[in-house]
């Protein structure tokens, strides 16, 4: 069922500038969160990157506020997706550096990914509103 999940993946975008912070923070976090910060690097390299003056209207992006569907369990959330220092779960601000931050980066309203948690099971998220902040 999971053999072919890099074909099911769907496109992502990323912004130029959120791209290079992203390579640099999965580098730094490479031995304290391995599994986490392998699937960052790897969804920013699969990425589209756009320059800056290009449209991410509907694209979670940093500091976008998301929300999203977890698919097996049925609970919607709407959180703010953030770098690690200012992640704070109850005011609803999460990491890009967690499982769930990485998947949602660069996904588009409308679109599903499913992904392997670091406990190995798996989830599948749809995000289903994004609004950009400045």
Known sequence: MHSDLQTQLPAI????????????????????????????????ERAEIRSGDESMQNIVAMQSEVTFRDDIGGQSRTVTLVYPEDADV?????????????????????????????AGGWRQLTVTKVVQRA
């Open 13 to 44: 975008v990323i912004s130029a500038h959120d791209a290079d912070r992203l390579r640099h923070l999965a580098e730094v976090a490479a031995d304290r969160y391995p599994e986490t910060a392998e699937f960052l690097a790897r969804e920013v």
């Open 90 to 118: 109850g005011a609803g601000k999460i990491s890009v550096l967690t499982p769930i931050g990485a998947a949602l980066i660069g996904m588009p309203a409308g679109k599903s990914i499913e992904f392997q948690t670091p």
